[in-house]
């Protein structure tokens, strides 16, 4: 594991810090070229967002990761305060609220640049997950499979790579991502705007239902169930009944053509 990722002098660059302050970087340099070529926004319109979905990411973030070991958050509340340690759910609702709120805002096409953004994000998720891995958190349950991994930080059990599960997960969801923003883009499909974020949303529960199977410290609910999977399969599922609803509406739209014009 390598926690610290190098040093200048005193001060210490840590893996995971790095590769989440490289996937901000990224993601806006990928989304503030992209969103000015398909007309939704500007390149400042999409830093001003970026520090919104930035600050609710953070906030949410620490506030999920809260009522998850609220427990041992009451026993020593001050260590809400020590260090960053967050929810990715958390991140992404928070993220979600304080974006919708300034793309209303501002006037933009909140769920064109939601697809946009989407395409983005797994890819984002995967960087941050190699961070984990630095860092040695995250980690899955002992397992003697070949390729079990000593990836808990100063333990040298094999684990379940779940780091490297996750990160395999969303770049086969980037890929099935690219291909349809691909087609959309080219005429060859049309969905509704919000689609491909949607999509994005119910790919990505399923997949963290699995992961979280073979997560490490992670906290009962149901039976066998996690309470991250629990959470997962809610939303996965709202959004997939959602969408069916949507493109069941759409395909009938689109049989029936054109409303006749009256006089």
Known sequence: MFPVLFTLGRLHVYSYGFMVALTLLCGLLWVGSKAPKRGIATFEQITDLAFYVIIGGIIFAKLVNVLYELPSYLHDPLAIFSGFTGSFFGAVIGGVLLGVWYTKKAQLATWRLADLIALYIPLGHSLGRIGCLLSGCCYGVASNLPWALPCAAGDPTLRHPTQLYEILAN?????????????????????????????????????????????????????????????????????????????????????????????
């Open 171 to 263: 770049v086969l969801i980037f890929a099935v991502l690219a291909v349809l923003d691909r087609r959309v883009q080219r005429g060859r499909s049309r969905f509704f705007d919000g689609f491909i974020f949607g999509l994005y949303v119910v790919l990505y529960c399923l997949a963290r239902t699995v992961v979280e199977a073979f997560r490490d410290s992670q906290i009962l609910a149901f039976g066998w169930l996690r309470t991250t999977q629990v959470f997962s399969l809610a939303i996965g599922l709202v959004v997939l009944v959602y969408l069916c609803r949507r493109l069941k509406k759409q395909a009938g739209d689109e049989r029936r053509g054109p409303s006749p014009l009256h006089n």
